[in-house]
């Protein structure tokens, strides 16, 4: 099937060695934050969250960085393996008025795993 | 195992038909989403639904339409209206919209014209 991974930023990461995936976001109101796995034709994948009154969150393998003073998220991934291969985006939760709009979609980058 | 179940995981639709996507889910919800993915693109939100009855316009809905009868079923149906429907679907769950809550999501179903 069709990739949702073209004319996506691509990374490209050795095998074995630690991957950084990168996250602009634009609202400073956005106070909680995802990132989604999303493998050759299936449906994304949670892999992490992490609101606005943390700077750090680890899980297994993964941990996600959020610098709210540049509005920038990270992902990254310990001991990258061929299974981590996929398209990686954030999403945020922006508040207005009187309550939450829903998350809003980064476009993704694409997680080569190199042999 | 609970989650969600979208189907058919390919659909075929021909010139001025209407085609209804099927999204289940069994993780006792009350939101639930439809979204459109096409290459290169992030998500789009269709509709959604934050409880049965009721359900609001995303940002591309469209011809697009709706229902949500059941808590645990969102059917998009995608009119003749829709001049270019060909798109990965995605539908959603979680516990409730907003308020620090992630969205699970379905596999997809693949709609392309004939």
């Known amino acids: 099937g069709e990739s949702v991974g073209l004319h996506l930023p691509t990374l490209s990461v050795q095998e074995g060695d630690n991957s950084i995936i990168n996250c602009a976001y634009s609202n400073s109101a956005s106070d909680y934050f995802i990132w989604y796995k999303q493998e050759s034709g299936k449906g994304p994948q949670f892999i992490i969250d992490i609101r606005s009154n943390m700077d750090k969150r680890q899980g297994q393998r993964v941990t996600v960085l959020l610098n709210k003073t540049v509005k920038h998220l990270s992902l990254q991934i310990a001991a990258t393996q061929p299974g981590d291969s996929a398209v990686y985006f954030c999403?945020?939760?922006?508040?207005?008025?009187?309550?939450?709009?829903?998350?809003?979609f980064g476009k993704g980058t694409h997680l080569i795993i190199q042999p | 195992d609970g989650g969600i179940t979208q189907s058919p995981k390919y659909l075929f639709r021909k010139e001025g038909q209407n085609v209804t996507l099927s999204c289940e889910q069994n993780?006792?919800?009350?939101?639930m989403y439809w979204y459109r993915q096409d290459p290169g693109q992030g998500l789009r939100l269709i509709y959604y639904s934050q409880i049965v009855n009721d359900f609001q316009k995303g940002d591309i809905a469209e011809g697009y339409s709706v229902s949500r009868e059941k808590k645990e079923s969102f059917p998009l149906t995608v009119t003749s209206a829709q001049k270019n429907p060909t798109a990965f679907y995605l539908c959603?769950?979680?516990?409730?919209?907003?308020?620090?809550?992630?969205?699970?999501f379905g596999d997809g179903t693949r709609l392309s014209i004939l």
């Open positions: 993780l006792n919800h009350d939101a």
């Open positions: 999403a945020e939760e922006i508040y207005s008025g009187g309550g939450a709009d829903g998350l809003t």
């Open positions: 959603a769950s979680s516990r409730r919209r907003g308020g620090n809550q992630p969205q699970h």
